[in-house]
């Protein structure tokens, strides 16, 4: 970690103390719907291997099972995952939740049943508002994230590119889920990093903004911007 890191990272509280203690202080904290961009997106491949990460409780991955993928979702906290398990299970649907960190986590030792990817062996790897200083930078994050990747396979990031304007003050890595780093996000941006940190070869099948009505905490409506990206990697 260099110094500006360090000196950001001071007093922001441990990113999977932090997830767990929010989940478990807590009623399910996502709706529980899958997210929309996800659904147009996927709708158009062809049904694989399937990585969520960071999938919270589960929604995106359920329905990627729903819909003919072979879906596993990692995240930091087990609360998180012990939910996506349950919620799995209530509608039926077979899929994998494990607790790992994308920093660290190797499909190969996975614990669940059934055989499992090497790394980089997932058809369609997903991260849908994956804003995290785990790894410490969202370079390291998106190159951790691409690792997983097969090739001729396909990454979809979806972020927030503002943060909701009822979150201006709030400066904790959970409070509005940018992190500490406030960077904005691109899609534009997301895929330079990819391809500045990648020894492999990326295209960009769309890199878009997207306008999402939402409600605030108030009930204030709001529109957000979020940042989509689709890379396929190449094959070589
Ligand atoms: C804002 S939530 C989004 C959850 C879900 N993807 C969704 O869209 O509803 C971010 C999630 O990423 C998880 N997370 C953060 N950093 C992670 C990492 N390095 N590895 C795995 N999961 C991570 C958090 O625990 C949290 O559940």
Known sequence: MTEPQQAANAGVPDSVAAWEERYSGSDPIWSGK??????ATVSSLTPGRVLDVGCGEGADVIWLAEHGWEATG????????????????????????????????????????????????????????????????????????????APDGRLLLISHAEMPP???????????????????????????????????RWEIDFAELRTR?????DGQPAELDDSVLLAHRITD
């Open 74 to 149: 990692i995240d930091l906290s087990q609360t998180a995952v012990d939910r996506a398990a349950e919620a799995a299970a209530a509608k039926g649907v077979t899929a994998s939740f494990e607790v790992g960190d994308v920093s660290t986590w190797d499909p190969s030792g996975s614990q669940a049943e059934g055989e499992h990817p090497r790394r980089g062996g997932y058809d369609l790897v997903v991260g849908c508002f994956l804003h995290t200083r785990l790894p410490d930078t969202r370079e390291e994050l998106v190159g951790k994230v691409a690792e997983h990747v």
């Open 34 to 39: 899958p997210n929309e961009a996800l659904v």
């Open 213 to 217: 009505e939402v409600e605030g905490p």
């Open 166 to 200: 009822w979150a201006e003050n709030q400066d904790d890595e959970l409070g509005h889920g940018l992190g500490h780093h406030h960077e904005p996000v691109t899609p534009n941006g997301d895929f330079a990093l990819l391809i500045g940190g990648s020894p492999v």
